[in-house]
């Protein structure tokens, strides 16, 4: 029972902790004008980051449509262990490639989501937050910072 009320209590002065850090955090930079559109210096880089988003995320449909192939009568070990090898090897080059990517407005990560809902988060194509990024790339090469708001233009032959 004492362990019970030590982490009831436990997670009420976290909770609490975590909403006084919230209200007393460093602001972020004020949102960049909207009219205005920086080009992102990084060109090469966020498209392939993005691209392997992209792949990793058509990996995990084709793996899960390889699960239920067996259901039907065909057999997919290999499509399943393909899938699901180029699913980590594309996360895996994603990761290293995102970390060098940093708005130029506020000098924080472009893929990197903290909170649920980013205060300048774009809804694109039903997606928000980072996945919206990628999108916002791959598709229109120009993407919206999540944490500042800047607007930022892709060199696609940079």
């Known amino acids: 029972m ?3 009320l030590i982490s009831f209590f436990g997670s009420i002065v976290a909770a609490l902790l975590v909403s006084w850090i919230r209200r007393h955090k460093n602001p972020d930079p004020t949102p960049a004008n909207s009219n205005k559109t920086a080009e992102f210096s990084r060109s090469k880089t966020i498209i392939f980051s993005s691209a392997c988003v992209l792949v990793s995320w058509l990996c995990m449909v084709v793996f899960l ?24 090897v594309m996360a895996i080059i994603y990761l290293l490639t995102s970390f060098q990517l940093k708005c130029t407005n506020c000098q924080k990560r472009v893929f990197f989501q903290i909170s649920e809902n ?4 774009i809804k694109f194509k039903g997606l928000t937050g ?11 090469n120009s993407f919206t910072c999540m944490h500042c708001g800047k607007k930022h233009s892709i060199k696609s032959n940079a």
Do not use: D, R
Not at 118 to 121: K, R, W
């Open 118 to 121: 980013p205060p300048f988060s």
């Open 130 to 140: 980072w996945s919206s990024i990628v999108l916002q790339v791959l598709l229109m």
């Open 65 to 88: 449509i390889a699960v239920f192939l067996p259901s039907f009568g065909i057999e997919s070990n290999i499509v399943l262990a393909t899938s699901l090898i180029s699913f980590f």
């Open 2 to 4: 004492s362990v019970f």
